[in-house]
């Protein structure tokens, strides 16, 4: 199979060596996304609004690779403060709809940049 390498500016541009999603046939892999404001590429202040953010720039990726992520079948989500888990439950619930996608939440050290929540995720195109 060939792979595509899917890009837009309504996310942040890879701030290291990968893309921001790459598609193989139907299935789209889609780059681990921080709350970095795609314009400036400035870590937005606080927990709630990065969730957002890493909710939106998971879209525009999406968006990009010709889906949504109502396609999405598998999210992972990583947290400073698994604390925050709660917090990400609810915003997740505005941007994702049931059925919901796999998922795993896990807690970590430290994210690039210092930020306190990314994302990644699997999303599979209507064939």
């Known amino acids: 199979m060939q792979k595509q390498i899917i890009q837009t500016t309504g996310a942040p541009q890879a701030i290291g060596t990968y893309s921001q999603a790459v598609k193989v046939g139907a299935t789209v892999y889609l780059s681990g996304q921080i709350g ?19 909710f939106q720039n998971l879209q ?9 992520l109502a396609d999405v079948v598998k999210l992972n989500v990583f947290l400073t403060d698994l604390g925050h888990f709660a917090l990400v439950n609810s915003i997740m619930a505005e941007y994702f709809s ?14 690039p940049r210092g930020a306190l929540v990314e994302a990644d995720g699997v999303l599979v195109l209507e064939s």
């Open 60 to 68: 525009a990726v999406a968006e990009a690779a010709g889906g949504s």
């Open 36 to 54: 970095l404001e795609p314009a400036s590429m400035q870590l937005v202040e606080g927990i709630e609004a990065q969730i957002h953010r890493v």
């Open 98 to 111: 049931q059925p919901y996608p796999a998922r795993a939440a896990v807690g970590v050290a430290s994210l």
